[in-house]
């Protein structure tokens, strides 16, 4: 079965987290919240309180992972590119090939670090600016895959972003059966 890390700081847009967990989950793919705070508390952007499933400091093993997440949120966007816990695991899975995804401001962390030259991406259009000014190629696409790095334009994305994901590692016929379920026509 795959998993996923869903990488949660304060201030995360909690439709952008939390619909791809949801579906994910409805495909059959694990899917642990992670909080980068000390609890596992954490407040999203519009102050819905989350209890993630582990702390990052409970991760012993991110081999165990098939894909970081970052969820946007202007304030978690922020709290995330400056978690030092998270920058080497991120770094590691952007090199070995592992599956990374971020989504509305979010892709601006792979940006800064200079994971998205050269790759079609996408992000909010706010953030625009940070991929081009890293040499990412921009459409204003609700999603990109590109090599092994899946990024969103934003909260109005979150369906087609998490069915993306879950195509990935649960195949099309089943994001397909979970898409008509929602009553998503994708």
């Not at 204003?140 to 998490?162: L, R």
């Not at 008509?180 to 026509?185: A, D, L």
Request: hydrophobic share 40%; proline share 4%.
């Amino acid at each position: 079965m795959s998993k996923i890390a869903v990488m949660l700081a304060d201030g995360f847009e909690e439709i952008e987290a939390l619909t791809p967990v949801d579906i994910l989950r409805r495909c059959g793919i694990e899917a642990d919240t992670i909080s980068i705070n000390a609890s596992e508390d954490v407040m999203g952007s519009h102050k819905i309180p989350v209890k993630a499933d582990k702390k990052i400091a409970d991760i012993k093993n991110w081999n165990e992972y098939d894909m970081i997440f970052l969820p946007g949120g202007k304030v978690g966007n922020d709290n995330l590119e400056a978690c030092e816990d998270l920058k080497a695991p991120i770094y590691d899975f952007y090199k070995s090939g592992k599956w990374i995804a971020a989504i509305c401001a979010a892709p601006s962390i792979f940006a800064h670090r200079g994971y998205l030259k050269g790759k079609n991406a996408t992000s909010h259009p706010a953030f625009t600016s940070h991929l081009d000014e890293a040499g990412a190629i921009t459409k204003g696409a609700p999603v990109e895959v590109c090599d092994h790095i899946v990024t969103g334009q934003g909260m109005g994305a979150s369906i087609e972003f998490a069915l993306t994901i879950a195509e990935i590692f649960a195949g099309k016929e089943m994001a397909d059966r979970v898409a008509e379920g929602i009553c998503y026509r994708k």
